[in-house]
């Protein structure tokens, strides 16, 4: 059982580049969602889907557009990468469609863009 | 605004002693509490998860306790182990959506 899939690991980009960081679980759950990791602060919300089909923005969605096509694959895509998108990505995913269900993290993308 | 403060930011301490990592939030409505423990380069993976009308909740040697009055909560690691060493990271759910407010952890180091 893999759980949370992320890749690429590592990435590096110039500024300007677009680039698409994959994201897959095996444990059916309906929700799963985008994290960026900034040192000295909290993970925060880029966007989230609650099932196939639907997604929507988090607390900081410009920049990346998202979409879920499967139950299993969540890509997160940005469109025109910017120094200020370097950082680390975390993709993660639960069962409910609530907020009680526990959070399964991927082993997280490190993304720098010069 | 909905924050959570986690106190210290870091902590050192020798391998086998106790030690209480802090958390405090200003959250409104309150749903359930959350730590996390993320190791160097991994993703956060959940201790336990408390609510409203929960006081302690035990993890093997991790026991977490939330005052909801007071909107403290804390995370207490007895005879630490150098595997502790990692960031733990409280978090609050907000009300009834998705909406969860991280915050933005402490680093605990276990020196041998």
């Known amino acids: 059982n893999a759980g949370v899939t992320q890749t690429p690991k590592f990435q590096v980009l110039k500024t300007g580049q677009s680039m698409t960081l994959q994201c897959a679980q095996d444990m059916n759950h309906e929700y799963m969602s985008w994290y960026r990791q900034d040192p000295g602060m909290g993970l925060r919300l880029i966007h989230y889907s609650v099932g196939a089909g639907i997604t929507d923005q988090g607390e900081v969605p410009n920049g990346y557009n998202v979409s879920r096509s499967t139950t299993e694959d969540f890509p997160l895509r940005l469109l025109s990468a910017a120094p200020s998108q370097t950082s680390v990505y975390f993709c993660?995913?639960?069962?409910?469609?609530?907020?009680?269900?526990?959070?399964?993290f991927g082993e997280g993308s490190r993304l720098t863009v010069l | 605004k909905n924050q959570v403060e986690q106190s210290p930011q870091s902590l050192i301490i020798l391998e086998g002693k106790n030690c209480t990592l802090q958390?405090?939030?200003?959250?409104?409505?309150?749903?359930?509490l959350r730590w996390y423990k993320q190791d160097t380069g991994r993703g956060p993976v959940s201790l336990t998860i408390?609510?409203?009308s929960e006081n302690t909740k035990s993890n093997g040697r991790y026991t977490a306790t939330l005052d909801a009055d007071t909107k403290q909560s804390s995370l207490h690691i007895t005879a630490s182990q150098l595997s502790d060493s990692a960031s733990y990271i409280c978090v609050v759910s907000v009300g009834s959506n998705y909406q969860l407010i991280w915050g933005a952890g402490t680093k605990l180091i276990i020196k041998p």
């Open positions: 958390c405090n939030y200003t959250v409104s409505p309150f749903s359930n």
């Open positions: 408390m609510t409203f």
């Open positions: 993660a995913s639960r069962k409910s469609g609530g907020n009680t269900g526990e959070l399964f």
